[in-house]
């Protein structure tokens, strides 16, 4: 088994020892080499090593705590601070994702062959994520086209629909109505397929906190939070647009593609502006959340304020 190795965000980034204690699914990655030396050593023995990713911004980090203690996670309740007391109550080991549809290999993956079998290493990618509010977050993830590309998508893949998990007995606030749960997203095929959208499984040099969408989430950088489903079990293929969770809910309100976009205003509220989480300082949102040499192409032909 191909010994996985955790990244590390460099200098003053690392994360206090007791983060770095990893769970069993990674010292299940690790294979028997990692658990004889103890997996601790081995993260330590990473330290330095990874480089930001080349699309990384370098804004100042927002500092992990404010990362994990000021979320959205509507299945631990609806407050920003209810995924940090609550989440606690997931279990994310063992972890499977189904991947069907559209593909010409449908299957099941465990975290196990997610956290050996993609190159996790030098990957830190330090992205700025917005929704009203930003956080930069160094993450540690891999492209999710890296994943499909394992279940060979047909070629009338147009779509790709994500599921989390639905169970009320983890996740207390899917008894509410707040959502028709599970919480579903979805993306187009050619933005699934873009180096940028990534499957992140760590932060912070550690593996991701049950509030972050642990053990996988989706990273969508140019797009507004919301499309970043956390701690997904089903990935379908899809040849028809699927129908996410915030667009069943308030259509009008939540599109489909929901890129960042200053200029479209939200029914509610303006969206020119966003507060940084780091600084409590509210600064000018940019275009495809300051994405677009590397995005704005897929969207040429499109009119985006009728397709927000
Ligand atoms: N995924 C699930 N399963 N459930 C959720 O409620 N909230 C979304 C997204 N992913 C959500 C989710 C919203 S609204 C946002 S803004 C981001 O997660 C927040 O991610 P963060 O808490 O890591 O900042």
């Known amino acids: 088994m191909p010994r996985y190795r955790f990244p590390e965000p460099p200098g003053r980034l690392i994360t206090p020892r007791e983060y770095l204690m990893p769970r069993r699914t990674l010292l299940a990655g690790l294979g028997a080499a990692g658990l004889a030396m103890g997996a601790p050593q081995l993260l330590r023995a990473k330290t330095l090593s990874a480089q930001p990713w080349p699309d990384s911004t370098d804004e100042t980090l927002t500092s992990r705590e404010v990362a994990t203690g000021y979320n959205n996670f509507f299945e631990f309740g609806t407050s920003k601070s209810d995924p940090a007391a609550q989440a606690h109550r997931l279990q994310t080991d063992p972890w499977t994702i189904a991947v069907s549809g559209r593909v010409h290999a449908p299957g ?13 290493e030098e990957r830190i990618y330090r992205l700025r994520c917005v929704e009203g509010w930003s956080k930069v977050i160094p993450w540690i993830g891999f492209p999710l086209k890296d994943l499909l590309a394992r279940f060979d998508p047909t070629s009338d893949a147009r779509y790709v629909e994500f599921e989390t998990l639905h169970d009320p007995e983890q996740m207390p606030n899917q008894t509410g109505d707040d959502i028709d749960w599970p919480y579903r997203e979805g993306l187009r095929m050619d933005e ?10 760590g932060m912070y040099g550690e593996m991701l906190p049950n509030q972050c969408g642990a053990p996988i989430r989706l990273v969508v950088p140019w797009k507004y939070g919301f499309k970043s489903i956390k701690s997904i079990v089903h990935i379908r293929v899809a040849s028809e647009r699927p129908v996410s969770s915030w667009e069943a809910r308030a259509p009008r309100e939540y599109g489909f593609y929901a890129n960042v976009n200053p200029e479209v205003r939200h029914p509610r509220w303006h969206q020119a502006t966003e507060r940084r989480l780091h600084d409590g300082g509210r600064i000018a949102t940019a275009k495809f959340n300051g994405y677009g040499e590397q995005v704005a192409h897929l969207y040429d032909d499109m009119d985006l304020f009728e397709h927000f």
């Open 108 to 120: 099941e993956i465990g975290m196990e062959d997610i956290l050996s079998g993609f190159d996790l």
């Open 192 to 201: 699934a397929m873009h180096p940028l959208t990534l499957l992140a499984v």
